[in-house]
């Protein structure tokens, strides 16, 4: 005879097929359903795994979300199932996690209060701060053998849209230890990483520096910390940099051999590099100096060249912009006064660039430069 729990076990792997082609069902009766679930995913591994599955399934429906996101007492279910080392279903609990931050009520993971976890650290006593140092400790797949925690990024880069938690990211409280942020920057390559854990990682980045107050103060400290690893990515085997160039870069970049592989992910690339323009751009001048200095002009010129993608070379003509703007701005105003000490005129119009001019259609601000890319 079939036990209770492998009966309610073939019962609820039958009906996910339906959160895919019939969603609605599983909202009658005032979401009763979506409560059966709740307590399902607290139940033997394999029904906890179907149960979950059909969460995930259907929590892209905004009532549904809700009902599972505002849910306090669920949410403690969740973080007690995921932060535990032996947990079989731990990145279904993560891809559902990241799923639910599409609701803003979510920002108060960083204000939620938990109980200290014995194989986390003991700092961690909210459960934002638990589940970065999961993540962090869980991506090699050491913390839970059977989870690497690489959909967890999804939900901090959604979370890093909020200026408390940038602010939280990016912030040194203590000048013997990184931000936060740099939790992230390990990630950012080779393209040999899942695609989710490399994806999510650079969108929190990207995320955090177009979200935090006061980038003036935050972002130049960070540089030091974020250049190295989000530069490597853009970098081929085989850049025409020349000896000049070399010795700009950080010395972990100067010596890469012919196994290291350039990003191939037209969307991991675009957020390496609009994260490069908001550090030039919200960072002021010394953090646009502290970019040019550490030689991403010729790695992003680099990338211009290689990669055939129009949005990928629009990114790269931005960062352009504001790193070598100014140097174009004096080479023109050095022309002008060369050419009217020998008694030529020349308009706006015609007023030659330097080496790296190139025109581009979005030049409202008078701010912006034209600069090329060779």
């Known amino acids: 005879m079939a036990t209770p729990r492998f009966v309610k076990s073939v019962a609820t792997e039958n009906l996910v097929p339906y959160s895919k082609t ?5 909202k009658i009766s005032q979401l009763a359903p979506i409560k059966d679930l709740k307590l399902l995913v607290k139940d033997y591994s394999p029904i906890a795994q179907s149960a979950l599955t ?4 259907i929590s892209t429906d905004l009532e ?4 599972l996101a ?4 669920f949410l403690e279910s969740i973080f007690h199932r995921i932060t535990n080392p032996k947990e079989p279903n731990a990145t279904l609990f993560s891809m559902l996690l990241s799923n639910l931050t599409k609701s803003d009520s979510f920002v108060r993971l960083l204000d939620l209060k938990r109980p200290t976890v014995p194989s986390l650290s003991p700092t961690a006593t909210n459960a934002f701060d638990q589940l970065l140092d999961l993540f962090n400790r869980g991506v090699g797949g050491s913390y839970n053998p059977k989870s690497r925690f690489e959909y967890l990024p999804y939900l901090f880069a959604d979370l890093a849209k909020f200026p408390s938690v940038s602010t939280h ?3 040194i409280s203590d000048s013997n230890m990184p931000p936060l942020l740099t939790t992230f920057t390990p990630h950012t390559s080779p393209p040999t990483l899942p695609l989710p854990l490399r994806l999510g990682s650079t969108s929190t980045i990207r995320n955090a520096l177009l979200s935090v107050p006061s980038p003036l103060e935050t972002i130049s400290p960070l540089i030091p910390h974020i250049m190295p690893p989000l530069l490597l990515p853009l970098i081929g085997s085989d850049p025409a940099f020349s000896d000049s160039e070399t010795d700009l870069l950080p010395p972990e970049l100067q010596l890469l051999g012919p196994e290291h592989k350039q990003e191939t992910e037209l969307q991991v690339l675009n957020n390496i590099v609009e994260s490069l323009f908001l550090i030039c751009a919200r960072g002021g001048d010394a953090a646009k100096k502290a970019v ?3 030689g991403a002009y010729p790695v992003v010129r680099e990338v211009h060249v290689g990669v055939e993608d129009e949005g990928i070379r629009e990114s790269v003509e931005r960062v352009v912009q504001l790193l070598m703007g100014d140097e174009v701005e004096e080479e023109n105003d050095e022309a002008v006064s060369r050419n009217e000490e020998s008694g030529l005129q020349m308009g706006n119009d015609e007023r030659r660039t330097g080496d790296h001019s190139l025109e581009r259609e979005e030049a409202d601000d008078e701010d912006d430069k034209i600069v090329e890319i060779f």
Do not use: T, V
């Open 22 to 26: 019939q969603p609605d069902i599983f």
């Open 54 to 57: 059909i969460l995930i399934n």
């Open 64 to 67: 549904i979300l809700k009902s």
């Open 70 to 73: 505002e849910d306090d007492g």
């Open 169 to 171: 990211l990016i912030s």
């Open 292 to 294: 040019k200095d550490m």
